[in-house]
């Protein structure tokens, strides 16, 4: 049976590695995404088949009823949310993971202080290394989630607010490090350690702006796959400690990725707050004026163009207007004109988050380009159309040394010969730095409601 459990946990893994890398590419997405779930199925099924667990009935009927309820409020949840709402979504269920695997260490350490100590000295340093993690990972991706659905509105810092999470991280060690090394933990201890971690985990996030959160989304990502490994070595269970390494890796190279596309260290986004989350713009001398375009002009100026790039920004999501900006890219190539989509890493509130909507609206994938592909572009550009973008089309990370944003690799929008940006009002970015693009000499502001402005260039170019 043990040699079964083994197959099965190494093919669990398999799919584990193999729907990863079938993720890569949104066209083998949905595959990959089936291919791991059958792989995390196929590894929840034959736990129960572990030496001594059926012998533990009312257990069973536990974890049993556990995977329902949880599985039943995924699959509700799952259904029912917006595809605005979609980062918020994965912040939460990065940190149930986390929640999950410091639950764990939790159950294992008050063993320990209950006088079992079959862990050993190295899994008991693992276990308790879990556990901080794991905790700071789910009460950390609990404040993302806070600040994304809107339940917390500023940036909240504390006086001395680094010296506050230095000395809080520190003691939370030394507690730590006092279960892991000893013998002698009392049940009060682990609580002690656990509050620490939790509180640590709040503390670190409230103070982080807005505009960092996808680095923060993909950060904690992978401190849950860090957590699950560890605990995976607690309990010897293979599947966990694979599926915990693959993602931890992968969210740490997706952390390094979205960092590089904000030129942001991530010592600086745990520790130094980017964007105000306020909308209000940093006082900036800026040249020119914002030249406002009605929505029949801008339809004619790209009916008469050769090549058009969208450019998609979470203003975008926030209208639901993906759909109609399929319908314009659709008639835009009746008239024989190239469409393009151009994305910023960083675009939208998580990592893909533009080029998940665009493919439920159904454009097709081979005219969604990334930043290094499109940029070269823009000068041969007739029209850039910005649809609720902001921060990542702002010319001034590159040439304003001055500015919070500057080294940021950013889309030339402000390169092609026209611009047209829609938004829906005067404010600033996410960030609170006020954008040049929209005062240069070839952009025309075009007002509104997304969904609601892409309506009307639709309508002007059937009346062509």
Avoid at 128 to 135: D, N, R, S, T
Avoid at 267 to 288: C, N, P
Avoid at 294 to 300: G, H, P, Q, S, Y
Wanted: charged content about 15%; hydrophobic content about 55%; glycine content about 12%.
């Amino acid at each position: 049976m043990s040699t079964f459990i083994e197959i099965v946990y190494f093919a669990a893994a398999v799919l584990f590695i193999l729907g990863l890398k079938q993720m890569s590419s949104p066209v083998t997405a949905r595959g990959g995404i089936v291919w791991a779930g059958v792989g995390m199925v196929a590894a929840s099924l034959v736990a129960f088949l572990e030496p001594g667990v059926l012998a533990h009935l009312s257990n069973v009927v536990l974890i049993v009823i556990a995977i329902a309820v949880g599985s039943a409020a995924a699959y509700v949840t799952a259904k029912r949310v917006q595809m605005t709402d979609m980062p918020q979504m994965i912040a939460i269920y990065n940190g149930m993971g986390g929640g999950a695997a410091a639950a764990i260490a939790a159950v294992e350490l008050v063993k320990l202080a209950g006088g079992d100590h079959s862990l050993g000295a190295t899994v008991q340093v693992l276990a308790v290394l879990g556990g901080l993690i794991g905790a700071v990972s789910f009460s950390g991706s609990a404040i993302a989630f806070a600040k994304l659905q809107g339940l917390i509105r500023k940036t909240i810092r504390l006086p001395m607010q680094g010296m506050v999470n230095l000395s809080l991280f520190v003691a939370t060690l030394i507690v730590g490090g006092i279960i892991g090394f000893g013998t002698g933990a009392s049940i009060e201890m682990v609580l002690i350690f656990f509050v620490m971690a939790l509180v640590l985990g709040v503390l670190v996030t409230l103070p982080i702006g807005g505009a960092d959160m996808p680095v923060v989304i993909s950060l904690f990502n992978a401190f849950t796959g860090l957590a699950v490994a560890f605990e995976g070595f607690v309990l010897e269970n293979a599947a966990m400690i694979i599926a915990g390494t693959v993602v931890g890796s992968s969210g740490t190279l997706l952390t390094q990725l979205m960092a590089k596309a904000m030129n942001r260290q991530i010592s600086k986004v745990l520790f130094s707050s980017f964007g105000t989350d306020s909308g209000v713009a940093v006082e900036e001398d800026i040249e020119g004026s914002m030249k406002e375009i009605e929505a029949n002009d801008a339809a004619i100026m790209m009916a008469y163009a050769e090549k058009v790039v969208i450019i998609p920004g979470y203003g975008m999501a926030v209208a639901q207007a993906q759909h109609k900006v399929q319908e314009l890219t659709q008639l835009l190539e009746e008239r024989g004109i190239t469409v393009k989509f151009a994305i910023h890493p960083v675009a939208g509130r998580m990592p893909g988050h533009m080029n998940v909507l665009l493919a439920e609206a159904g454009v097709e994938y081979d005219k969604i380009m990334d930043l290094d592909e499109i940029n070269p572009e823009f000068p041969t550009v007739d029209v850039a159309l910005v649809i609720g973008a902001n921060d990542v089309v702002n010319p001034v990370a590159r040439t304003n040394p001055d500015s919070p944003i500057y080294g940021m690799p950013v889309l030339n929008a402000d390169k092609a010969k026209n611009c047209i940006v829609i938004k829906r009002g005067k404010g600033s970015g996410f960030s609170g730095i006020e954008n040049h693009l929209f005062y240069a000499d070839n952009t025309r502001m075009l007002y509104g409601d997304g969904q609601k402005a892409v309506g009307e260039l639709v309508a002007g170019l059937k009346q062509l």
